[in-house]
């Protein structure tokens, strides 16, 4: 595996904080034109992983690349090819939306100002406000207008809908799509708004306690954690050990577990242990991100990366 | 045509507009050379990633419902079945079967079914 042939590839990445690893030993590899979805509950380590990615936060130990070069020591035209849209879009209040272009624009050698304009003008910001008049939402507007005026290949936003009321989200949604339409950039974008990844990401990377545990294409993991309800006669059956079963309960007379990858090994155990009547659900993104990351004191079974097609 | 996206739907975003496309086209709604958006267009429209789309018109064209022409773009492609009577009436019956069985788990009688079969076979369009 060559770093180069990903948009972001990282080899052991490490971060610990008071002793408590953040990030554990984490393998990206975030293939180059992809929409890619990092997800995980708070305190999983996604934004302290991009700040490694982004240079600043110093990992432990480990290394990352972006665009095929390491991020420590990475030269400023390099640096350039990437984007990074931080948490709640900070930016300074005081300064006006123009000000705060023509700031970010001296930073840069590489500008499209027409692409700023036309953004801005399409979601009608006053550029002539300050930023600390305008609503979530705009501010949201103008940092992915700054974000985008270098023309970036790689573009990494965290949690960029946080905060964002739904009109505006879905306004901030369909300038994603306008971006995902220029083809080869990559994107990387935390979030916690799932309905918003399975509008928009290729593929999804699921993090628990500071390691990534689903690394796969969206629908891939989706269809892979299923809720199955079966019968059973006499006593509850014990499934805990049942290959793929992340959860198992008893609610009203009926047996109801959690599964990631429905296998034939699955069902002859059930089988053998007299369960009848099994009816597997698939679920939608949220409901199937729910179950899989929900008790994570147990171990998560091995899940595999990629379909495989018959 | 006037695709729906629900996120909240147990069915994969790509599914959901397969399954309306396909109903579009039985019903007559698209007809044979009718064009579709673009890519682009849709994708555009209901706010989904544009490889999804692009997956669902490979896959329609699979099955051989629509066809690109290059430079065009997307269009529905005239009815035709390169299967035999045979395999076509087998396959009809496997679906029956799926559709029967689910009608007499929900608990409903013969009468209902055939009502409400003739009531919605009006709506699709029918060869011939």
Known sequence: ?310 | MDVQVDVSSRVPIYRQVCDQIRLAIAQGKLQPNDKLSSVRELSRQIVVNPNTIARVYTELEREGILNTRPGLGVFVAEPRSDLTKKARREKLMEQLNAFLSGAVHLGLTQDEVLKAFEEQMKKFQWKG
């Open chain 1, 1 to 310: 595996m060559v770093p180069s042939d990903y948009a972001i590839f990282t080899d052991h990445l490490t971060r610990s904080y008071d002793g408590r690893r953040v990030v554990d030993d984490l393998n990206l590899a975030i293939p180059r034109g992809s929409v890619y979805g990092l997800l995980g509950r708070n305190g999983a380590g996604k934004s302290t992983t991009i700040k490694m990615l982004t240079g600043m936060v110093q990992p432990d130990s480990g290394d990352a690349w972006l665009l095929g070069e390491n991020v420590v020591g990475m030269t400023p035209q390099h640096r350039e090819r990437v984007a990074y849209i931080a948490e709640n879009h900070p930016l300074y209040g005081w300064m006006t939306v123009r000000e705060s272009v023509a700031f970010a624009r001296s930073f840069q050698t590489r500008w499209n100002q027409s692409l700023v304009e036309m953004i801005l003008d399409h979601l009608e910001v006053p550029q002539r406000r300050k930023l600390s008049q305008l609503s979530n939402g705009q501010r949201a507007q103008v940092s992915l207008a700054i974000a985008l005026a270098p023309e970036p290949e790689l573009l990494i936003l965290d949690d960029p809908t946080l905060g964002l009321d739904t009109v505006v989200r879905r306004d901030f949604l369909e300038s994603m799509i306008e971006v995902i339409h220029e083809s080869g950039r990559t994107i990387v974008l935390s979030s916690h708004i799932l309905m918003d990844i399975d509008r928009i990401a290729d593929r999804v990377g699921i993090m628990v306690k500071g390691r990534l545990v689903v690394d796969c294409p969206t629908d891939h993991f989706r269809s892979s954690v299923r809720r199955v309800v079966a019968s059973f006669s006499g006593d509850a059956p014990d499934c805990s050990g049942l290959p793929g079963v992340i959860n198992a309960r008893v609610t009203r007379g009926q047996l109801e577990l959690i599964v990631v990858g429905f296998s034939e090994e699955l069902e002859q155990a059930f089988c053998s242990l007299n369960i009848r009547n099994v009816d597997a659900q698939e679920l939608n993104l949220e409901d199937a991100f729910i179950e899989f990351t929900r008790g994570s004191r147990r171990s998560l079974p091995p899940f595999s990366m990629e379909p495989v097609y018959a």
